[in-house]
């Protein structure tokens, strides 16, 4: 069975910077291709935040360009989110996404059970 952890999350004031990282394990992996992240703030709906192509093509919402980079290793089936000078608003639970072929399934999304990122004001 294929999981994703996912570590990182916690509290920063505004301005801070946090480190989200999510690996996926299981002995029936082929490949990972897209990797990304998505979060959900209360009241609203998940929203992609960054991807990543396993060949390092990168994706971001707008509202997170130029302060989060989105990073992989392949060798690790690991992805990470580092986020700076965060904001109030970027305050949600973040899920790791991951696009997995394995000998069952080609290219199913696995998802993390989320990680609560917090920035005070």
């Known amino acids: 069975q294929v999981q994703l952890v996912e570590s990182g999350g916690g509290l920063v004031q505004a301005g801070g910077s946090l480190r989200l990282s999510c690996a996926a394990s299981?002995?029936?992996?082929?490949?990972?291709?897209?990797m990304g992240w998505y979060r959900q703030a209360p009241g609203k709906e998940r929203e992609l935040v960054a991807t990543i192509t396993r060949g390092g093509s990168t994706n971001y919402a707008d509202s997170v360009k130029g302060r989060f980079t989105i990073s992989r290793d392949n060798a690790y089936n690991t992805v990470y989110l580092q986020m700076n000078s965060l904001k109030p608003d970027d305050t949600a639970v973040y899920y790791c996404?991951?696009?997995?072929?394995?000998?069952?399934?080609?290219?199913?999304?696995?998802w993390g059970q989320g990680t609560q990122v917090t920035v005070s004001s």
């Open positions: 996404n991951a696009k997995i072929t394995t000998r069952y399934a080609f290219g199913k999304d696995y």
């Open positions: 299981a002995s029936v992996i082929i490949t990972i291709n897209d």
